[in-house]
């Protein structure tokens, strides 16, 4: 978590601090240092976190969500942007001749690294060296595992939630919050003259532990994208990724048709991650 620097000052070089009492008869006095310092560095971990969750987000809603006044809001956005953990997307207004896009905050690459990627470097020259030692092949295996873990403590979750693929989406945006990677996910009704059969749900993650990793090597995200459509019961597309430079991942989620069960879709899942064409990743 982002966290500011505290400073105290202290005489210039060739200075010496006052002793005395200073022209005027009155003694100067210490400075305390302020408990307003501490309050704005809780204050902007808390702004902070509340883009996390719910960027891209303007400053008007997150001064709804904290309670803050607008100006409060702003001077704690400005000093997160200047700090580089936060950035400002340009959003298009919803309906028609909305005018300029409005201004929206999300976290940057420093503030999604500055969340806790400590062995990333040590974990991507392991698979480098693991690539050119054993071949693709062997990294490919390696996130086909790892996820095969996480697979496995979701489902039981997942599974108690029926057959209903909105609540089975929600069980796994639930399991992933619980796991660090800040899910949330929102219902996208389709409206006549729309087939009922386009409603979905967009499954976001607002934070990737291993972003650096995912970045160098997709195959991470595929292998995500595969034990998302295995959990849920159905075919599942990811439209943006941290790793491909989104501000969020999110993956598309249709709910038109029941969802299988765990084991009916782990028993049709493909040996292979390259089998299956429509869960390539798209960039935002």
Do not use: W
Request: overall charge neutral; proline content about 6%; glycine content about 8%.
């Amino acid at each position: 978590m982002y966290s500011m620097t505290k400073t105290t000052s202290a005489p210039l070089a060739g200075q010496s601090a006052p002793t005395g009492a200073p022209r005027g008869g009155k003694r100067a006095a210490l400075a305390p240092v302020p408990a307003a310092a501490d309050s704005d560095e809780r204050t902007r971990d808390r702004v902070l976190s509340a883009v996390l969750e719910h960027g891209p987000v303007s400053a008007a809603e997150l001064g709804d969500l904290l309670g803050f006044t607008p100006a409060a809001v702003r001077r704690h956005l400005d000093h997160l942007s200047r700090a580089g953990v936060i950035e400002v997307k340009r959003v298009a207004r919803a309906g028609a001749g909305a005018g300029r896009p409005a201004r929206r905050y999300v976290l940057s690459s420093q503030g999604q690294s500055s969340l806790g990627d400590d062995y990333l470097n040590i974990a991507t020259l392991a698979l480098k060296q693991l690539g050119a030692v054993a071949g693709d092949e062997s990294v490919r295996q390696f996130a086909v595992d790892r996820f095969a873990e996480m697979e496995r403590r979701y489902a039981p979750e997942v599974e108690a939630a029926g057959t209903d693929i909105t609540a089975r989406a929600q069980a796994l945006s639930a399991a992933l919050s619980r796991d660090g990677f800040v899910a949330s996910t929102a219902t996208i009704e389709a409206k006549a003259p729309l087939p009922a059969a386009l409603s979905s749900v967009q499954l976001c993650q607002g934070h990737c532990p291993i972003q650096q990793l995912a970045t160098q090597f997709p195959v991470f995200c595929d292998a995500e994208t595969e034990m998302f459509s295995r959990l849920v019961g159905v075919d599942v597309r990811r439209l943006s990724t941290l790793a491909r430079g989104g501000h969020v991942c999110t993956t598309h989620i249709p709910t038109g048709r029941p969802a299988l069960t765990v084991a009916a879709a782990a028993g049709s899942a493909p040996d292979t991650l390259d089998e299956v064409s429509n869960h390539l990743q798209e960039r935002p």
